[in-house]
């Protein structure tokens, strides 16, 4: 497995989070900083609201000497999102392959709930969510093209 990171959900202060752990863990931000109005209009999805614009859509910060890598999100309530206590913390999956992706994907959402079916994304990675059966939140990202 390429790499087992944590990811976190925040209502709208991903950055200022963010800003405040690199303060403590020292280090820099992996890549820039991915905003909500840098996602491509996508066909038949509604306008995102102009405030959501400058949100943050991802963010990646390595920390204990890269050991591990924090990553986080705003979620927005206009895209459907509510966060609360325990549904703010991802594990996040990197595996090297598409068919081990797909592999832990269904042995992890068998008996849970899928939130976001496997699909190739715009930023070229298969992607998908999923809670396992004792509510644990999973998340896949993989970089294998097809």
């Known amino acids: 497995m390429a790499r087992v990171s944590t990811y976190l959900n925040f209502a709208s202060n991903t ?7 690199k303060s403590v863990f020292g280090g820099e931000f992996q890549g820039d900083i991915s905003r909500f ?3 491509p209009p996508q066909e038949g999805a509604p306008a995102l609201p102009e405030a959501d614009k400058n949100l943050v859509m991802h963010i990646a910060l390595p920390i204990l000497g ?7 999100t705003d979620a ?20 090297d ?3 081990e992706t797909q592999r832990l994907f269904k042995a992890l959402s068998d008996g849970g ?8 994304m715009f930023w070229g990675a298969l992607y998908g969510s999923c809670t396992d059966k004792f509510g644990v939140q999973w998340m896949f990202n993989c970089e294998e093209k097809a």
């Open 15 to 21: 950055e200022q989070a963010f800003l405040f752990y």
């Open 37 to 39: 109005g840098d996602i």
């Open 66 to 72: 890269g050991a591990h890598v924090l990553m986080g």
């Open 76 to 95: 927005p309530e206009s895209m459907g999102f509510k966060v609360n206590m325990g549904n703010n913390v991802y594990i996040n999956l990197e595996p």
């Open 97 to 99: 392959t598409r068919t």
């Open 113 to 120: 709930k899928v939130e976001m079916e496997l699909q190739d």
